[in-house]
């Protein structure tokens, strides 16, 4: 069973991790891993909208995220002299396709010591970007559905994922199906957008990750079974992910992701440091 994770949170921050830094690494080392990697989210864009009044690891501009994010790495990489466990430094970032926020995030990254990027995609936006929802914020605009650009920002929800993919940043692609969380693009109309990101996916050779979370939330892992089924057809790299937000969370589900990929003859695992 893989017996390491790359995507996972700590509180320190103001990020949305449960424990901090040292008590996720110490909680891996305990379960016998040989590898953590402390993922916390890179969500930088001036468009942002703060809901609710308070998104404190929303940052709208990138000098105040490239500050955050270097004590970020700081934190970690001292918590992890404390432990025998190897630990890693990343971001979950969440892309956008706009030069604006490439040349930002370009210029951020030179000054950023980290081991991997994971690629992902919480926002549903406007071509322009001008808007931008988290999805998980929805809740916050219950007239969002009704508006009659939404099914458009849903469709640039999956061709965010393509863009990403296309971008050539990242190490791996998170939960590519993270917004059927919320009973969204579920139908078989989305099923054409689906197949843009496994193509995109198998002619880029990216890596994606296999996550837990999903069995928690709809008892389904990200990506859906019929999708994971297409990407190993192309011989698609993959990676579990318990993405763990809380300790009890590390590893979580990894047997039963182990399982579904051994029914599967999914065989061409991502390791990104060779780990043994």
């Not at 970007?129 to 650009?149: A, G, R, T, V």
């Not at 939960?175 to 078989?188: A, G, K, S, W």
């Amino acid at each position: 069973m893989q017996n390491f994770t790359y995507h996972t949170h700590n509180h320190e921050q103001d990020f949305d991790g449960h424990q901090s830094a040292e008590e996720m690494i110490a909680a891996a080392e305990e379960k016998g891993f040989a590898e953590i990697g402390v993922s916390n989210h890179l969500i930088c864009h001036k468009n942002l909208r703060i809901e609710n009044g308070y998104q404190p690891m929303f940052r709208q501009d990138f000098k105040s995220g490239e500050e955050c994010y270097k004590k970020h790495i700081e934190l970690i990489r001292q918590a992890a002299e404390k432990h025998r466990i190897k630990v890693r430094v990343g971001f979950e970032v969440d892309f956008f396709p706009s030069a604006y926020w490439r040349d930002n995030f370009e210029k951020m990254l030179k000054n950023l010591d980290v081991d991997y990027l994971i690629g992902s995609t919480h926002f549903i936006r406007s071509a322009d970007e001008s808007f931008l929802c988290n999805i998980y914020h929805m809740k916050y605009h219950p007239d969002l559905p009704q508006q009659p650009e939404f099914k458009e920002y849903l469709r640039n929800y999956w061709r965010n994922i393509v863009a990403a993919v296309e971008s050539g940043y990242f190490t791996f692609i998170a939960h590519v199906d993270y917004i059927t969380i919320f009973n969204l693009c579920v139908e078989p109309e989305w099923d054409e957008y689906k197949w843009r990101v496994i193509e995109a996916l198998a002619k880029h050779k990216q890596p994606f990750e296999l996550n837990t979370s999903g069995y928690n939330r709809i008892d389904m892992q990200h990506p859906t079974t019929w999708m994971l089924e297409e990407l190993n057809k192309r011989g698609v790299p993959v990676i579990i992910s318990d993405d763990a937000h809380d300790v009890s969370m590390l590893g979580q589900h990894f047997e039963r992701a182990e399982k579904l990929l051994s029914e599967l003859g999914y065989t061409n695992r991502f390791n990104p440091f060779k780990v043994k």
